[in-house]
């Protein structure tokens, strides 16, 4: 008899372990569709609001600052606080430097940790999203009012992920992210909302840090 089941269930099952045509075909054409809408950037400044909601405790916290990215994975969030003073985030390719002005503690960590992955996930969503193809696929893509596209990214099948999707709106016309949300697993978010875009070069000293200080400096991963 569990000879029979496991044969039964091998039977029933196998269709399912590979994508009916239709399906992967349908899934193509999404994704060069949202191929399409990207203009080719270099390089690009916006000023950006963060939302960062916490599920646990229902609370939302609330930044601006102003970001620079440039390809092929290099970026800096500057972020202002007046009552915790400047902080930054510095990422040149190789190492991601967190500086604190408050605290007056300069961090470095290596590319792929945690808080590292998480930024330059955004890098991507800006600069390359086909970059992020081969870790999410292209679920649902809506057109607004305002003619912008907005894309549903979800995680492949074969990626371990805390990520239950992100959130992609691309401006109309213009072929650059105007917003990216990344929902987790646990309702967590963190939301950016970018404006005033500028694509001007941006020189690779602007990511490395450089402020001169009596600085506690630590160093992880």
Known sequence: MKAKIALFCLINLAPLAQARPDIVEQQKKVEREYKKMFRSIEHMTVDFDQIIYK???KRKISRKGIAYFSKPSMFRWDFSDKGQGIEEFYFDGNQLTHFREGEKLVTHYKAGT?????LSEVVDLVLDP???FNRY???KITKTKEQDAEVRLVPRAALSSDIEAIFVTVAGGKGH???TKILYMNENYTEFLFSNPRFTTNPLQLFIFSRK?????RTHG
Do not use: D, H, N, Y
């Open 213 to 217: 200080g009596p600085f506690t400096v």
């Open 55 to 57: 599920s646990l405790r």
């Open 177 to 179: 992210v105007k917003a």
């Open 137 to 139: 696929q292209v679920e």
């Open 114 to 118: 945690g808080i590292a992955s998480e």
């Open 130 to 132: 086909v970059k992020l």
